[in-house]
Structures are given as structure tokens and as C-alpha cells.
Nanobody
Framework: VQLQAFGGGLVQPGGSLRLSCAATGLSFSNYAMGWFRQTPGKEREFVAA????????YYADSVKVRFAISRDNAKNSVYLQMNSLKPDDTAVYSC?????????????????????WGQGTQVTVSS
């Protein structure tokens, strides 16, 4: 199984980026997908998640309204559209696959519920 995230880069405050994550080696449509981020010295932080069908999405309060997660099961891919970026959004962003049939928000937020992880892509928000 491989999850490859890409699309990060340097962007000015207020700008936008779209991250992509391509999955191989798994039955992609059987997994909920999540995005997490991490900065040096801090724990990995939940950003957003989407159910296997794409009919429900979940967000951290810090990114709600500004970020949007989506998926294309035909392309085995999940995306994170990030708008109105702030310096506090600077981090390494990783995608992950969750095999659980989650029934609550907490299940999507918990890192231990995710079975597969990608290496991440750096997002830097700075002027």
C-alpha cells in the first residue's frame, strides 16, 4: 500500500493550495480518508476526513469553512482544497486511510484509527 501526497509549496497568507493524495495497493473505496498535519515538536493534528462514499465530511474547527476535502474513487485519490491560508497552517500535510466504519466524529480524528499513512507534503504560508 502506498499513499503519496503532493501539491504543497510556499504560498502567501490569504492564498490557496490544493493537495492531492494518490493511493495504490488498496481497495480505495473501502476506506475513509483523512488529512493530518504536523509541525516540529508538536503532535500530529487532525485536519479533515471524508467517508468512503464521500457523502460526509469532517473538519477541525481551525480549518472549517476555509478547507474542503473531496475524493474521486475512480482515480483512487483524495484532495484538500485550502483557501484563506494563514501562517498557522504551515505544516507537513499527510493523507491516511481509515478502514473503520466510523459512527462519530472522534473516530475520524483519532490517528490510531488510520491504518495506512503517506509521507506528507510541506505547506509553508509566509510573506
Amino acid at each position: 500500500v502506498q499513499l503519496q501526497a503532493f501539491g504543497g509549496g510556499l504560498v502567501q497568507p490569504g492564498g490557496s493550495l490544493r493537495l492531492s493524495c494518490a493511493a495504490t495497493g488498496l481497495s480505495f473505496s473501502n476506506y475513509a480518508m483523512g488529512w493530518f498535519r504536523q509541525t516540529p515538536g508538536k503532535e500530529r493534528e487532525f485536519v479533515a476526513a471524508i467517508t468512503w462514499s464521500g457523502d460526509s465530511t469532517y473538519y477541525a474547527d481551525s480549518v472549517k469553512v476555509r478547507f474542503a476535502i473531496s475524493r474521486d474513487n475512480a482515480k483512487n485519490s483524495v484532495y484538500l482544497q485550502m483557501n484563506s491560508l494563514k501562517p498557522d497552517d504551515t505544516a507537513v500535510y499527510s493523507c491516511a486511510a481509515n478502514p473503520r466504519y466510523c459512527t462519530d466524529h472522534g473516530c475520524y480524528e483519532a490517528t490510531h484509527e488510520y491504518l495506512y499513512w503517506g509521507q506528507g507534503t510541506q505547506v509553508t504560508v509566509s510573506s
